[in-house]
């Protein structure tokens, strides 16, 4: 029998017409960098430290912070309360989407409570949370785990219900419990569902994480930005921003890492957000 | 394995009424016996097929597997694709049955490359489903559902899909293999060509309700190849079935039958699986 291999996707520099396509990206990636940098160092310059900090002062910053110590405890706690919140959110939004699946009618009949939940503005809990919680670590991470549970959630939920329901057929026919059918088959399928719930819910995560420690901490990058908004201290505000950004590039890096090798079997990476 | 189906109904409950899907269906399948099933679109033969592999119940009726069973599954099915897994590779696609029923990961394996050689796919061993043709991806199909040992293979148009040329050819390898160990098969079809290579005996069925007409015998000689369909015998017996059906055909396409829709079909054998809540 002939038949031949359905193609695999063809890289753009296989087919012969960018041969330095990737030394050209690469080199204008670097040129956008410089030209981000040198309109930033200008605008700086223009306007001042006390409306726009420079990234020389920035970097200053950063290390003196480094040096003191004070900058690994702030992304210290900030990361803490995003990961608790993320770990304990995420695991009961990843769960609930498979529990619900062994009753559709139970998720249909839920279904107007669960949009109305997803419609309230999490962000505006801040304060009713450090009300029942307080200041401290724990009404961070419920802050946290309430969004990334109902983001988590969503996507796991359009996960499991878009398994085929064929392959369901033939497992139970073979004689599959249910237990087994959902390790094999819909924990598979929702898996790249869950993927993208992750990625939006990582950086979100750590948002929620410094959003709660602007209204009230003792501790966190979050405090440190409020802090130096307080003492109208330009350099520090920047600083914070550009920590709590790095710190989000760091976590998504590794995040990549993990969807690289648990999805290999997709022949493109496609994003699946609800 | 026998099969006998015995005063089969099935009713679909719908918001404008319950619509009769089956009206009473009997049909015997005999022993190692290749049976199609042919009829207009929407008279009821998956839900047919969905009731003999056990996935929906009728709401009348019964199906029987009468006979001393010598294997490990009693049903297999193939569908319309493929439906393979994606996430796993063409080797462990196929086992899904020993492998789901809890055989020792050793003994399937063997079985997985004795049926992979079979549909003449052993190459592909190690590739990811998205890596093959159409064509590949229902022979891997059809050595999952052999790799499952059943007595009975349900197959619901399973080249339904398949470009022209290649159909031809996965018909002709289907009648190699089942010629090698014959087993009762149920063939679901809606072509008549494809029902008269492939079967002993054909069900013509009449549009919704779904009964059974008439119940033709192929006389056309065994091995059949692609030959054999200009065989007199062939063309005889597939004007016989086209006279049968043509009446049935027009009037499924007049009527345009809602329990035609698949949807509907598949939220049925949902709610079926799951029992209320």
């Known amino acids: 029998m002939n038949e031949a291999v359905t193609a695999r996707p063809i890289k753009i520099s296989e ?50 912070l480094a040096r003191t110590g004070e ?29 619900l699946r062994l009753s559709p009618r139970l998720t249909r009949a839920l279904d107007p409570y669960l949009a109305a939940a997803m419609g309230v503005p999490k962000l505006s809990l801040a304060p009713l949370l450090i009300l029942w919680f307080g200041i401290g670590l724990m009404s961070k991470v419920v802050f946290v785990g309430a969004l990334v549970f109902f983001l988590l959630f969503f996507n796991g939920l359009a996960g499991v219900q878009s398994v085929d329901s064929r392959l369901v057929s033939m497992a139970r026919v073979a004689g ?83 969807q690289a090798r648990s999805l290999a079997w997709r022949p493109v990476d496609r994003d699946m957000v609800v | 394995m026998r099969v006998v189906i015995h005063g089969l109904t099935k009713e679909y409950v719908t918001g404008k009424g319950n619509i009769r899907a089956l009206g009473g269906v009997n049909l015997e399948v005999r022993d190692r016996e290749f049976f199609g099933v042919i009829g207009p679109t929407g008279c009821g033969k998956t839900t047919l097929l969905n009731i003999v592999a056990g996935l929906q119940k009728p709401t009348n009726g019964s199906v029987e597997f009468v006979g001393e069973k010598r294997t490990q599954a009693m049903v297999s099915m193939v569908f319309q694709d493929a439906a393979l897994m994606p996430w796993r590779t063409v080797d462990r696609n196929v086992p899904l049955g020993p492998e789901f029923r809890g055989d020792a990961k050793p003994m399937y394996q063997r079985v997985t490359q004795f049926f992979l050689e079979m549909v003449r796919l052993l190459d592909f061993s190690s590739a990811h489903p998205n890596e093959l043709s159409g064509g590949m991806k229902q022979k891997v199909a059809l050595a999952r559902a052999l790799a499952n040992d059943p ?45 008269v290579m492939l079967c002993d005996r054909i069900a013509v069925m009449s549009a919704a309700p779904g009964v059974v007409k008439n119940v033709i015998t192929v006389d056309v000689r065994r091995p059949r190849t692609l030959k054999s369909m200009s065989d007199p015998d062939f063309v005889r017996c597939l004007e016989k079935i086209w006279d049968l059906l043509r009446y049935e055909v027009d009037k499924a396409m007049r009527e345009n039958h809602p329990s035609a829709d698949p949807t509907l079909q598949e939220k049925q054998s949902r709610r079926n699986y799951f029992g209320w809540w």
């Open chain 1, 176 to 258: 599959g419990r249910e237990w087994v059918i959902t390790r094999e088959i819909v924990w598979h399928t929702a898996l790249p569902f869950i993927f993208a719930g992750l990625k939006v819910a990582l950086p979100r995560a750590i948002s929620a994480a410094v959003v709660g420690e602007f209204i009230a901490a003792e501790a966190g990058l979050g405090y440190y930005i409020n802090n130096a908004r307080s003492m109208a201290d330009t350099v520090g505000i920047f600083t914070g921003v550009v920590l709590v950004t790095a710190l989000v590039i760091v976590v998504n890096g590794a995040l990549e890492l993990v």
């Open chain 2, 151 to 195: 007595e009975v293979i349900l197959m619901d148009e399973p080249f339904a899909n398949l470009d022209a040329q290649t159909r031809l050819l996965l018909r002709e390898e289907l009648l190699r293999i089942w010629e090698r160990d014959k087993k009762t098969v149920i063939l679901v079809t809606h072509n008549i060509e494809e029902a």
């Open chain 1, 71 to 99: 900058l690994w405890v702030h992304v210290w706690v900030t990361f803490g309360e995003a990961l608790l919140g993320f770990l304990i959110g995420g695991s009961a939004g990843v769960l609930l989407p498979f529990l």
């Open chain 1, 15 to 64: 087919r012969g017409w960018g041969g330095g396509s990737r030394r050209k990206v690469t080199l204008g990636r670097i040129l956008f960098g410089i030209g981000c940098l040198a309109i930033w160092q200008w605008a700086h310059a223009r306007l001042g430290t006390e409306w726009i900090a420079g990234p020389a002062e920035i970097l200053g910053r950063a290390a003196e």
